[in-house]
């Protein structure tokens, strides 16, 4: 595995690949739910490059970028372990000079659900992203449907600035007892985590109700407010793919979206019905 830190030395070097690229960037403290992206990508692409930055410019003041969890050596086997050609490793001064151009997430979809509590959040999502597939110019870039709104908007984000990649949605993995695996989960004690299962158990719940035909926004909604309550709620939602509010879930276009606060941690979730 090759590993580059500079962008404009990667630039150059993957310009002696004529072949397929699959690209997964991640903020590094890698588990398995990466390993299924990087699966996904040596799948779909003869060569297969990973980036690893904790990017500064997606947390806002106050938030955890000092304590989010760093296991650079650890990480780097794991992209070895699981066949990853190159690894890219650039430092904050390599990604971002001084006075920056900058992308703004969308007025409405940016500033919703995760966007409300973080406002500017989704502008250094953007702006990242947009760096890192203008570095690697990847035929297919890979991203998990935990994140949906993320996800949601680098769509918006390729479609509309006519960018030349294509999105590959890759589906959550979840612990044996179904919370979805975070970054973030070692955060938790034993009893936040815990309390974390109120998540998956909520959702498990409205996929029971949907497929006993209670299909209502209210119905659903409230009954996993209760199965979340006392947990912090930043939101229940339900979305269709485009991410407009559905009054009720329409199967094969809705996503139910949850997202809570256990202890210091956020923890989201998400099913796609
Ligand atoms: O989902 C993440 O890990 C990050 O938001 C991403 C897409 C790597 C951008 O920093």
Redesign the pocket.
Same mark, same amino acid.
Request: net charge neutral; glycine share 6%.
């Given at each position: 595995m090759k590993i580059i830190s500079s962008p404009l030395e990667l630039k150059n070097y993957l310009k002696n690949y004529n072949c397929s690229i699959g690209f997964v960037?991640?903020?590094g403290a890698l588990h398995e739910g990466h390993i299924s992206l990087i699966k996904k990508a040596k799948e779909q692409n003869e060569v297969v490059v990973v980036s690893i930055?904790l990017?500064p410019t %997606?947390f806002l003041k106050g938030e955890d970028l000092d304590k989010y969890p760093k296991k650079d050596e650890a990480d780097k086997k794991i992209c070895e372990l699981s066949g990853v050609d190159i690894l890219f490793f650039p430092q904050v001064s390599d990604m971002y000079g001084v006075d920056e151009v900058t992308l703004l997430a969308p007025k409405v979809r940016g500033y919703v659900l995760e966007g409300s509590s973080r406002p500017s959040h989704f502008n250094g999502?953007l702006t990242?992203?947009m760096k890192l597939l203008n570095i690697v110019n990847p035929t297919r870039a890979y991203?998990g449907k935990k994140?949906a709104q %993320?996800l949601n908007l680098i769509f918006l984000m390729v479609k509309q600035l006519f960018m030349d990649v294509e999105i590959v949605p890759v589906d959550t993995v979840r612990e044996k007892d179904a919370l979805a695996l975070s970054s973030r989960n070692v955060f938790l004690t034993e009893h936040q985590r815990e309390e974390a299962l109120k998540i998956p158990s909520s959702l498990r719940s409205a996929t029971a109700m949907v497929t006993k035909g209670v299909l209502g926004y209210e119905e659903i909604t409230s009954n996993m407010r209760e199965i979340l309550s006392p947990l912090e709620i930043f939101y229940v939602e339900i979305l269709d793919r485009e991410f407009n509010r559905l009054s009720k879930v329409e199967i094969g276009n809705t996503i139910i979206l949850v997202e809570v606060k256990v202890g210091n941690t956020r923890l989201l979730d998400n099913i796609w019905l």
């Amino acid at each position: 595995m090759k590993i580059i830190s500079s962008p404009l030395e990667l630039k150059n070097y993957l310009k002696n690949y004529n072949c397929s690229i699959g690209f997964v960037p991640t903020m590094g403290a890698l588990h398995e739910g990466h390993i299924s992206l990087i699966k996904k990508a040596k799948e779909q692409n003869e060569v297969v490059v990973v980036s690893i930055f904790l990017n500064p410019t %997606q947390f806002l003041k106050g938030e955890d970028l000092d304590k989010y969890p760093k296991k650079d050596e650890a990480d780097k086997k794991i992209c070895e372990l699981s066949g990853v050609d190159i690894l890219f490793f650039p430092q904050v001064s390599d990604m971002y000079g001084v006075d920056e151009v900058t992308l703004l997430a969308p007025k409405v979809r940016g500033y919703v659900l995760e966007g409300s509590s973080r406002p500017s959040h989704f502008n250094g999502v953007l702006t990242v992203v947009m760096k890192l597939l203008n570095i690697v110019n990847p035929t297919r870039a890979y991203f998990g449907k935990k994140d949906a709104q %993320q996800l949601n908007l680098i769509f918006l984000m390729v479609k509309q600035l006519f960018m030349d990649v294509e999105i590959v949605p890759v589906d959550t993995v979840r612990e044996k007892d179904a919370l979805a695996l975070s970054s973030r989960n070692v955060f938790l004690t034993e009893h936040q985590r815990e309390e974390a299962l109120k998540i998956p158990s909520s959702l498990r719940s409205a996929t029971a109700m949907v497929t006993k035909g209670v299909l209502g926004y209210e119905e659903i909604t409230s009954n996993m407010r209760e199965i979340l309550s006392p947990l912090e709620i930043f939101y229940v939602e339900i979305l269709d793919r485009e991410f407009n509010r559905l009054s009720k879930v329409e199967i094969g276009n809705t996503i139910i979206l949850v997202e809570v606060k256990v202890g210091n941690t956020r923890l989201l979730d998400n099913i796609w019905l």
